[in-house]
């Protein structure tokens, strides 16, 4: 077998058991069909190269508005679906795998939360009588009206061991605020600090 479908297949055994993990120590319930596909989102942007976009400026991640933009203004249906695929896609990993960056960024984490969970559902209306909703609607209805407890699990799969500074805590304490993410939450209550709307509250 080539070495590069060995790579791949690791690739993805290895986030098929970190997400299976994840779902099980956060007690969300999800359809195989579901975790297969986070599980393949994974595996697929783990070339950043299908991630990030390469200018003569730099490289950046395509802005969620811009993707948004690109489904209302596309000329056919197929495009509008890649397009809010996409959107649902990229909202997905960044607010679950890079959600500190986005603490130096305009929009937040609730921002992506809500973009990708609007394109998740209005992509499974879309598709709905079509071959393709029949074979995917499921799934991204699922990935709309759970997509924040799917951050979380994103969140697992990617944190470090150990939270090191007063910042993290604090950029932790401010995602709960924002999206009441069960992860956060519990993350806090093991550093000793108990989830109060408005303040920080250690015992």
Do not use: C
Not at 123 to 150: M, P, T, V
Not at 164 to 180: A, F, K, N, P
């Amino acid at each position: 077998m080539p070495t590069a479908v060995i790579a791949q297949t690791n690739v993805q055994e290895y986030f098929h058991q970190a997400v299976t993990r994840a779902l099980e120590h956060q007690h969300i319930e999800a359809a195989e069909e579901t975790v297969f596909y986070i599980v393949n989102l994974l595996a697929h942007f783990s070339r950043s190269e299908r991630l990030f976009t390469e200018t003569e400026d730099g490289i950046f991640v395509q802005p969620l508005s811009e993707l948004y933009a690109e489904a209302l203004e596309a000329p056919s249906l197929e495009v509008q679906t890649r397009s809010l695929r996409r959107l649902g896609d990229v909202a997905l990993l960044i607010s679950g795998i890079f959600s500190d960056s986005l603490n130096r960024k305009l929009v937040d984490v609730d921002y992506y939360i809500a973009m990708g969970g609007g394109a998740y559902g209005h992509l499974a209306e879309l598709i709905r009588d079509s071959l393709q909703g029949r074979a995917l609607g499921g799934i991204f209805r699922e990935l709309s009206h759970k997509f924040a407890d799917f951050v979380d699990v994103l969140g697992e799969v990617s944190e470090e061991a150990n939270l090191t500074s007063t910042r993290d805590v604090l950029r932790l304490y401010e995602i709960w605020l924002r999206t009441g993410s069960r992860r956060a939450a519990s993350r806090l209550r093991r550093l000793g600090i108990q989830p109060v709307p408005g303040k920080l509250q250690t015992h």
